[in-house]
Structure formats: structure tokens, C-alpha cells
């Protein structure tokens, strides 16, 4: 008895697959956890400019950029005419103390958010004189996360699954969200659409704009289901395939009796000689075993040797030339 790989019907979904050297694998029993990989970057949304709103000149900076500010934190102080000029007027008196003395009379103007913002830029320096609706920050309402989902992935993602993400460059620092926003990308005959969704980062945790991410999504998880490698598949006109292995008896040029492996009417695939690879196509070949064993047998069984007849023998043909004795009819 042989054994030999068949290929038999799978019903699970294929995935493609890279090409690889044929090698063993086994059918397994277990869990099975869909993960969907996810990547994206963080982009910055809503930017707006915070222009100044009077001439002055820059007093004092007191925000830095890529960073959070909400809209009751002063960024900065701009300083009219006549309060620069007094606080550069010569005077013996401490500069701290003439500036809290005269600020309560010219009150300089701070710069502000109007709502809690993210800074992105800034184009202040101290002492530098602005006019009306110059450019003093340039900044957003807030910081999204962007992320795209490959086609292959597309169906099992929806808003509200809980996706586990870090940066690229601090994979040791993981986060939790949920998915929302999730949109499918608009279909088409030339590509494969995939989709996208989008997340809002809040000042308590988020990452710097342009900051590259990645994610895991667990969208489904079956336990105690039978498993093969998906790279084991073959798919072939819309049927999935597993080759497996079987054992076998009698081969002929044509048919091989298969004894184990493999149950009635099963369907099957026979791949053509480009797609064995490595691997033998098994025919019918000379089965030197079962040749010895029956030699064995033969010379082992002494019933058999004793059943055999005698060799005939032929009778003795003498030379013509030769006395053949007289002849019994002659006088």
C-alpha cells in the first residue's frame, strides 16, 4: 500500500498567496481570529490663522508650536505705541515693576485661540512690530487620524469595532479607539476599491501631524474550527481545493484505488504538470516490492513445490546414421 497527495474540496475563503518551495502541513483544530491590519497618518484639520487684531508689537510669547492650546490660555501679548514707548523710556525703576504698573493703564492685547486649537506654526518673535491682520499662528481645531483599509479587508470593517493602534517609530506604545467614520472607497472597474476611515485625537492623547501609524482590527473570532494553511488552497473556477494525502492499492496507467484519505464523490483537482513544482505526478511503475514478496512466497511454500508436475520428458532422438538394432518385420 502507497500513499500519494489528491486534492479535495475545502469550503473556507482563499486569500492570495505568495509563491513558496511544496512542503507538509496539517489540519488543525482551533481558533481562528480574522485580523485586519490597518496603517494611516495624522493630519491636522480645520487650519486656521490667528491674525493680529490691533499695530503692536510683540511683547511676549508664550506658546510653542505642535503643541495644545484651549481658548482661555494667552499665547502672547502685543504691546501698542504708547505702552512700548514708556516701557522704553529710561527709568530707574525695575523694568518687571513699570510694566505691572502701566499695563493696569495700557493694558496690552493678548492673542488668543478662539477655541481649544492645535499650533502648527508660528511667525512671532519678540519685539517684532505687526500691523493689523498679520499672520501671528497658523493653527487647527484639531488632529485626525486617517486610516486605509486594503479591498481584500474592506467587508469586515465597520465603525464602532475597537481598533488597537501605535506609532511606526514607537510600536511599544499602544492605544485604543473605535473605528467611526467608515467609508467605502467608490467602485470601479479598474481598481479594487478599499476604504477609509477617520478618528478625532484628543489633547489627552494623540500623535504629532504627518506621524505615520498602524493598527490591528479583530473583526471576527471562531473557536474550535478546522484549519489548513491558506496557502495551501487552490482555487480553480470558482472551487476551492486542498490537496491531501491518501493511501493507495492497485495502480493502473489510468485509475489508482485510493483505501483511505478521501470519502465517495468527492470532488477533486488534477493539476496540470506546470503546477507540480517540486512535486512527482504518481503513475503506474514496476512495484519491485511486491515482486519480491511474491518470489518470497514461491520458494517459501512447500505445498506449492510439491503440486508442481514433473518436467516432461522428450523422447531421445537418435542420429540418423546410427544402428538403429534389426528390424522386427524383416525374414
Known amino acids: 500500500m502507497r500513499t500519494c497527495a489528491l486534492a479535495v474540496v475545502l469550503s473556507v475563503s482563499l486569500l492570495p498567496g505568495v509563491a513558496r518551495g511544496q512542503e507538509s502541513a496539517e489540519v488543525k483544530r482551533g481558533a481562528l481570529d480574522v485580523k485586519v491590519r490597518v496603517s ?33 490660555k ?18 530707574t525703576t525695575q523694568q518687571g515693576v513699570m510694566e505691572d504698573r502701566w499695563e493696569r ?37 484639531g488632529l485626525r487620524m486617517v486610516g486605509r483599509v486594503r479591498p481584500e479587508d474592506a467587508h469586515w470593517v465597520k465603525d464602532g469595532q475597537m481598533l488597537d493602534f501605535w506609532a ?14 467608515y467609508v467605502l472607497d467608490v467602485q470601479g472597474s479598474k481598481v479594487e476599491p478599499g476604504a477609509t476611515f477617520t478618528m478625532d485625537m484628543s489633547p489627552s492623547r494623540w500623535f504629532e501631524p504627518g506621524t505615520a501609524w498602524e493598527g490591528l482590527i479583530v473583526p471576527q473570532s471562531k473557536k474550535n474550527v478546522l484549519t489548513v494553511p491558506t496557502g495551501a488552497l487552490i482555487s480553480y473556477k470558482g472551487n476551492i481545493y486542498l490537496p491531501v494525502k491518501v493511501s493507495t492499492g492497485i495502480t493502473t496507467a489510468s485509475l489508482t484505488e485510493v483505501t483511505a484519505g478521501i470519502d465517495e464523490n468527492r470532488r ?43 518436467p516432461r520428458r522428450l523422447p531421445e532422438i537418435r542420429d540418423p546414421d546410427s544402428n538403429l538394432g534389426e528390424d522386427p518385420y524383416g525374414e
Open 105 to 141: 493703564v495700557y493694558k496690552p492685547t493678548a492673542i488668543r485661540c478662539p477655541d481649544t486649537c492645535f499650533l502648527l506654526r508660528s511667525f512671532l518673535r519678540p519685539r517684532l512690530w505687526v500691523k493689523p491682520q498679520a499672520v501671528l499662528f497658523e493653527a487647527a481645531r
Open 74 to 91: 494667552d499665547l502672547g501679548f502685543l504691546a501698542n505705541k504708547e505702552l512700548v514707548a514708556l516701557m522704553d523710556a529710561r527709568s
Open 40 to 72: 494611516g497618518t495624522v493630519v491636522p484639520m480645520e487650519v486656521f490663522r490667528i491674525k493680529s487684531a490691533v499695530e503692536g508689537r510683540v511683547e511676549e510669547v508664550r506658546a510653542s508650536t505642535y503643541t495644545w492650546a484651549d481658548s482661555g
Open 268 to 310: 477533486i483537482l488534477v493539476l496540470d504538470d506546470a503546477h507540480l513544482k517540486e512535486a512527482q505526478r504518481h503513475t503506474q511503475t514496476v512495484d519491485q516490492g511486491a515482486l519480491d514478496d511474491r518470489l518470497h512466497q514461491e520458494n517459501t511454500a512447500p505445498a506449492l513445490r510439491e503440486a508442481k508436475p514433473a
Open 168 to 181: 511606526v517609530k514607537d510600536p511599544s506604545r499602544k492605544y485604543q479607539a473605535r473605528v467611526a467614520h
